[in-house]
């Protein structure tokens, strides 16, 4: 590749490389709303405070609509 750099693979075009990085993305929200609802259900089980379980809700909504909107 370093005596013939055009031999080498050519690198996806621009579209397929944002389909990637969203795809990606996504991935890595759905598994932060799944570590957040384990979380969630912990802190119910303490029996936490109304004012942390808002902000969880919250946040847990934030992601949602983040992954619908990747979708």
Same mark, same amino acid.
């Given at each position: &590749?370093?005596?013939?750099?055009? *031999? =080498?693979?050519? !690198?996806?075009?621009?579209?397929? @490389? !944002?389909?990637r *990085? ?9 598994? *932060?709303?799944?570590?957040? %609802? ?7 089980? @303490? =029996?936490?405070?109304a004012?942390?379980?808002? &902000?969880?809700? %919250?946040?847990?909504?934030? !992601?949602?609509? @983040?992954? %619908?909107? !990747?979708?």
């Open positions: &590749m370093v005596v013939r750099p055009e *031999a =080498g693979r050519a !690198l996806p075009d621009e579209e397929l @490389q !944002l389909l *990085a969203l795809t990606v993305r996504r991935a890595q929200m759905v598994d *932060a709303r799944k570590r957040l %609802s384990a979380q969630i259900s912990a802190r119910r089980k @303490q =029996g936490v405070s004012e942390l379980e808002d &902000m969880d809700s %919250s946040l847990k909504a934030f !992601l949602e609509s @983040q992954i %619908s909107e !990747l979708e």
